[in-house]
């Protein structure tokens, strides 16, 4: 092979490797994947070169240079092809924090807005001065200090709230070391030990009742008392609807107006009859009325009463002459 043919061989695969390099670092923008554009600030605070370019917040690129330009500061960033910055694309400077790195943050821009080609002019928004912000926070934090200072919250209780506060830690501690009830209760197993000891009886005697046991398990797992109570139901049922049809004595007198009628025919009649009796018309009438057969029972009463007590006093006579009788007999 010639040794020109292999020089210029050499040649091209070296500028081959050199336009590579270059094009990795991105000093070459026509052979490499980003592509430039251009915004303007009048302040660029931290900003600096290599600083990421985002799109809404999504790493597109890096700031390539920073230089000034007729009172403004021209910020050129190199953006990766394909990232769809439109034309009227915002670029702001924004902070990751207070005190993180600064970066160019993009906008979506309006969809109907062009792609921005390379060498674009994007519209840009002033960025915040921090300065300013943090001399603002200090003034607001002074303010909000003196307020506080010239208004006392707790005033005169403030005495008050501290031996409230005090007499609480006391309680506490108290209650820490188990003394009175409620440390005994906080700290004394025994409570614990009874209220276990209840809920295992109460699992036994409900195993108990599921199991059937006993009458009240009998009662909930035995079918025959949901058979008799049936049962009754159903008797009781049929009971019912005989006395709704005035069947049986029961239901005659429950349907039937004629004992009623009756009833209320011989309420009449005794009513007539006691009216009568207290007017003392009738011989009960009269006699329930009239004082003159009381006054002849008491004389009457009277009359035997003297009879009786002569004939008490004729009693040994009599005696003595039935013996006299007797004896004139023999």
């Known amino acids: 092979m010639n040794k020109h043919v292999k020089v210029g ?14 094009d990795f670092v991105g000093d070459i923008p026509w052979f490499g994947s980003d592509y430039r554009l251009r915004t303007y600030f009048e302040s660029v605070d931290e900003l600096r070169e290599g600083n990421p370019v985002k799109l809404e917040g999504y790493e597109i690129g890096k700031i390539s240079k920073i230089r000034l330009a007729d009172r403004k500061i021209e910020v050129e960033i190199a953006v990766r092809k394909g990232s769809n910055v439109k034309t009227d694309s915002l670029a702001t400077i924004k902070l990751t924090s207070l005190l993180g790195t600064s970066y160019v943050n993009l906008t979506f821009g309006s969809p109907e807005s ?17 300065n300013e912000i943090l001399v603002k926070v200090d003034s607001a934090v002074s303010s909000v200090e003196s307020a506080l200072g010239a208004f006392d919250v707790l005033g005169d209780n403030k005495e008050q709230l501290t031996s409230i506060v005090n007499n609480l830690d006391s309680v506490l501690a108290g209650l820490e070391k188990g003394e009175g009830t409620f440390g005994k209760l906080l700290k004394d197993e025994a409570l614990y030990n009874d209220a276990k000891g209840v809920f295992s009886n109460v699992n036994d005697i409900t195993a108990s009742l599921k199991a ?111 013996a006299l009788g007797v004896v004139t007999l023999f």
């Not at 062009?114 to 921090?130: F, K, M, R």
């Open 9 to 22: 061989i050499f040649f091209v695969v070296g500028l081959l490797i050199l336009l590579a390099v270059f």
């Open 114 to 130: 062009p792609v921005a080609p390379p060498g674009t002019v994007l519209p840009s928004e002033e960025p915040t001065d921090i």
């Open 212 to 322: 059937g046991k006993g009458t009240l398990g009998k009662l909930l797992n035995d079918d025959t008392l949901y058979a008799d109570a049936k049962t009754a139901l159903s008797g009781l049922g049929r009971v019912s609807e005989k006395l709704e049809n005035s069947k049986g004595t029961i239901g005659k007198l429950l349907n039937d107006d004629t004992l009623y009628n009756e009833a209320t025919g011989a309420a009449t009649n005794l009513n007539e009859i006691l009216e009568k009796i207290n007017t003392g018309k009738g011989t009960l009438g009269q006699l329930v009325n009239d004082d003159k057969l009381y006054r002849d029972a008491q004389d009457t009463l009277l009359k035997v009463d003297k009879s009786i007590d002569t004939l008490d006093d004729l009693a040994p006579l009599g005696v003595f002459g039935t």
